[in-house]
């Protein structure tokens, strides 16, 4: 897999993951919004750990910059 999520993106990834994963946790929305919230925290996480988005991929778009 070749990277395509830029610094900037995944700095605003990683910290929309953090504050969807604790407002699930916290914010008593019921079990729906609970879980999905927790879900797209974790996609944010992983996305943003990997450097990788699949949904880029499809797009055929890409964050990182070009050496």
Same mark, same amino acid.
């Given at each position: ?8 993106? %995944?700095?605003? %990834?990683?910290? +929309?993951?953090?504050? +969807? +994963? ?8 019921? $079990?729906? *919004? ?7 925290? /974790?996609?944010? /996480?992983? $996305?943003?750990?990997? %450097?990788? &988005?699949?949904?880029?991929? /499809? /797009? *055929?778009?890409?964050? &990182?910059?070009?050496?």
């Amino acid at each position: 897999m070749q990277a395509n999520v830029g610094n900037i993106d %995944r700095i605003a %990834r990683a910290a +929309l993951g953090v504050i +969807l +994963l604790v407002a699930a946790f916290t914010a008593g929305w019921g $079990t729906a *919004g609970t879980v999905i919230a927790a879900v797209v925290g /974790l996609v944010m /996480l992983g $996305t943003s750990a990997m %450097r990788f &988005c699949p949904a880029y991929r /499809l /797009l *055929g778009m890409n964050t &990182c910059q070009v050496k």
